[in-house]
């Protein structure tokens, strides 16, 4: 049997905590589908199908890795993609609050849909899409974060005009 897992959010960008998340999430499923969420914030600096070239070419290709957007629930979206696991990032005691619930949440609206946590690289357990975007937004250097790509994509939008 595929086990086919879903890594969810918002990528707005990706930084190398996300990437670095999506390649070892293989080990626990044959499968994964990178899921970027269409309404998760309300004024994204990216728009979805930039983000989703900027997560497929840092991540690079590999035949196991899919990319696509939803909107609406999560659970449906795993449903409707035969997934048994959520993959989602735990970097500090901060998290955990907002994704247990969401695990919780998820589990009762979709009994059997488990969600596994996996602790990023130590360089990344204080990365953020959030910090990275503010960092860039006032000319900070996040080279060291993101994929060339993704920095390439910050400078040009935060370029003076
Ligand atoms: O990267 P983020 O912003 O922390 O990701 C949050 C995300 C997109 C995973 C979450 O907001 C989500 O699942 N949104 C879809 C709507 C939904 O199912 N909400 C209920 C989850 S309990």
Redesign the pocket.
């Known amino acids: 049997m595929t086990r086919i897992a879903v890594y969810?959010?918002?990528?707005?960008p990706p930084t190398n905590g996300h990437t670095d998340l999506v390649r070892r999430s293989l080990a626990l499923a044959d499968r994964v589908v990178v899921?970027?969420?269409r309404?998760?914030?309300k004024e994204p600096l990216f728009s979805v199908s930039e983000r989703l070239d900027m997560l497929r070419q840092a991540v690079g290709e590999d035949p196991r890795i899919t990319y696509e957007s939803?909107?609406?629930?999560?659970?449906?979206?795993c449903r409707g993609h035969g997934a048994s696991l959520?993959v989602?990032g735990l970097r500090a005691v901060s998290d955990f609050e907002?994704e247990f619930?969401?695990?919780?949440?998820?589990r009762h609206?979709l009994p059997g849909l488990e969600t596994v946590f996996l602790v990023p690289p130590e360089d990344a357990t204080y990365l953020s899409?959030s910090l990275v975007r503010e960092v860039a937004r006032h000319g900070g250097d996040v080279s060291a974060l993101v994929h060339p790509v993704v920095l390439a994509a910050l400078k040009r939008r935060f370029a003076p005009r």
């Open positions: 969810p959010g918002s990528f707005d899921a970027v969420a309404n998760s914030t939803f909107e609406g629930l999560l659970v449906d979206f959520i989602r907002y619930q969401m695990a919780m949440m998820n609206l899409s």
